[in-house]
């Protein structure tokens, strides 16, 4: 083991051992780790914060406990439960995980980085993470924290994201090969806690020492960022039908964005606005002042709101208005909801 892996490892893991934060899906030391709920919180975690995640974590896990549980469930009332989590595509890939684990594994969910590479929606990241977590396997474990810490570590300038190979092997060479998940875990709660991206509090930090970064001066620049292209602008309509204090909602298509999410009817999205077009029923639609904006990964949206009521039979999905938050809507349609509601 070269000099600065040990010095790294050694320090972290006592730090960590002191400071260790204490999460719903972690394990007690001296408990056993739940490999069901590592995978699950992971997942949950990719794009939103522990604070969001954990109530929904809680949740999620009172309802579906195990991989049996979640290979039995109904896919609408998986996607109702993930609403606001984003990429709806994760939670289909969770059930469809689960599916397998049950179906070719015995219910037992396969240890090693490549076979968890083999179920649909596991990555590079997420198997390293439950390789590591859940069965102590030596894996290089990067999320965004990690990586913060390990470009102030190495000093590492080269922009993201096309530092991230760099970054990774710089990782590699300092992941010790006992208590990997304790590592993992440790450097993501430092990244989290003591290297942040503004302010980092770097007398408190375990690894200044060893910091390149800091005996530079000025860790806070790192990790370097490339300049982000602007988004392309998308136009669309959100159709808000009235009967009787019930709301029209549909089902969206499997694939594509919000793939198979309950929503409100919208027309198309486009490079202009659509006005109309495709509104679910004939009826004197209205369009409001108010317009609902909302940034997806690839492009930002504008949408127009356009209100109507109806008194005869419409076929569709009625949902009491007084109840649309437990249809487990996506949050654009959550917020044009609220806009509606407040005009």
Same mark, same amino acid.
């Given at each position: 083991m070269n000099a600065k892996r040990s010095s790294v490892a050694d320090a972290l893991l006592s730090w960590y051992d002191r400071h260790r934060r204490e999460l719903p899906w972690r394990a007690r030391p001296g408990d056993p780790v739940d490999p069901y709920r590592v995978w699950l919180s992971e997942v949950? !975690?990719?794009?939103?914060?522990?604070?969001?995640?954990?109530?929904?974590?809680?949740?999620?896990?009172?309802?579906?406990?195990?991989?049996?549980?979640? =290979?039995?469930?109904?896919?609408?009332?998986?996607?109702?439960?993930?609403?606001?989590?984003? %990429? %709806?595509?994760? =939670?289909?890939? !969770?059930?469809?995980?689960?599916?397998?684990?049950?179906?070719?594994?015995?219910?037992?969910?396969p240890r090693t980085e490549a076979e968890l590479r083999t179920l649909p929606g596991l990555g590079a990241y997420t198997a390293a993470a439950v390789a590591a977590i859940a069965f102590g396997e030596r894996a290089v474990v990067v999320d965004a924290n990690v990586e913060r810490v390990v470009a102030r570590l190495f000093a590492i300038e080269t922009p993201l994201p096309a530092a991230r190979p760099a970054i990774r092997a710089a990782a590699d060479t300092i992941t010790p090969d006992a208590r990997a998940g304790d590592f993992a875990q440790a450097m993501m709660d430092l990244g989290s806690s003591i290297c942040t991206t503004r302010s980092p509090k770097c007398l408190l930090c375990p690894l200044r020492a060893d910091c390149d970064g800091y005996a530079q001066g000025a860790p806070e620049r790192l990790p370097v960022k490339a300049k982000k292209a602007a988004k392309p602008q998308r136009h669309g309509t959100i159709f808000w039908l009235e009967r009787a204090g019930q709301v029209l909602l549909v089902r969206r298509p499997d694939t594509g964005l919000l793939g198979g999410m309950r929503a409100l009817p919208t027309g198309p999205w486009a490079d202009a606005p659509p006005g109309f077009e495709e509104a679910p029923a004939q009826a004197d639609w209205q369009m409001l002042e108010q317009r609902v904006v909302h940034g997806f990964t690839h492009f930002d949206l504008e949408l127009a709101l356009a209100v109507a009521q109806v008194e005869a039979h419409q076929p569709g999905e009625w949902w009491s208005i007084d109840a649309l938050d437990t249809a487990g809507l996506p949050t654009v349609f959550l917020k044009a909801a609220k806009a509606v509601r407040t005009r």
């Amino acid at each position: 083991m070269n000099a600065k892996r040990s010095s790294v490892a050694d320090a972290l893991l006592s730090w960590y051992d002191r400071h260790r934060r204490e999460l719903p899906w972690r394990a007690r030391p001296g408990d056993p780790v739940d490999p069901y709920r590592v995978w699950l919180s992971e997942v949950m !975690l990719q794009q939103t914060t522990v604070a969001a995640v954990t109530p929904r974590f809680l949740a999620w896990t009172a309802r579906w406990p195990d991989f049996a549980s979640l =290979a039995a469930a109904e896919d609408a009332d998986v996607m109702a439960a993930w609403a606001g989590l984003g %990429y %709806y595509a994760r =939670a289909r890939n !969770l059930v469809a995980a689960a599916k397998v684990v049950v179906a070719e594994h015995g219910g037992v969910f396969p240890r090693t980085e490549a076979e968890l590479r083999t179920l649909p929606g596991l990555g590079a990241y997420t198997a390293a993470a439950v390789a590591a977590i859940a069965f102590g396997e030596r894996a290089v474990v990067v999320d965004a924290n990690v990586e913060r810490v390990v470009a102030r570590l190495f000093a590492i300038e080269t922009p993201l994201p096309a530092a991230r190979p760099a970054i990774r092997a710089a990782a590699d060479t300092i992941t010790p090969d006992a208590r990997a998940g304790d590592f993992a875990q440790a450097m993501m709660d430092l990244g989290s806690s003591i290297c942040t991206t503004r302010s980092p509090k770097c007398l408190l930090c375990p690894l200044r020492a060893d910091c390149d970064g800091y005996a530079q001066g000025a860790p806070e620049r790192l990790p370097v960022k490339a300049k982000k292209a602007a988004k392309p602008q998308r136009h669309g309509t959100i159709f808000w039908l009235e009967r009787a204090g019930q709301v029209l909602l549909v089902r969206r298509p499997d694939t594509g964005l919000l793939g198979g999410m309950r929503a409100l009817p919208t027309g198309p999205w486009a490079d202009a606005p659509p006005g109309f077009e495709e509104a679910p029923a004939q009826a004197d639609w209205q369009m409001l002042e108010q317009r609902v904006v909302h940034g997806f990964t690839h492009f930002d949206l504008e949408l127009a709101l356009a209100v109507a009521q109806v008194e005869a039979h419409q076929p569709g999905e009625w949902w009491s208005i007084d109840a649309l938050d437990t249809a487990g809507l996506p949050t654009v349609f959550l917020k044009a909801a609220k806009a509606v509601r407040t005009r």
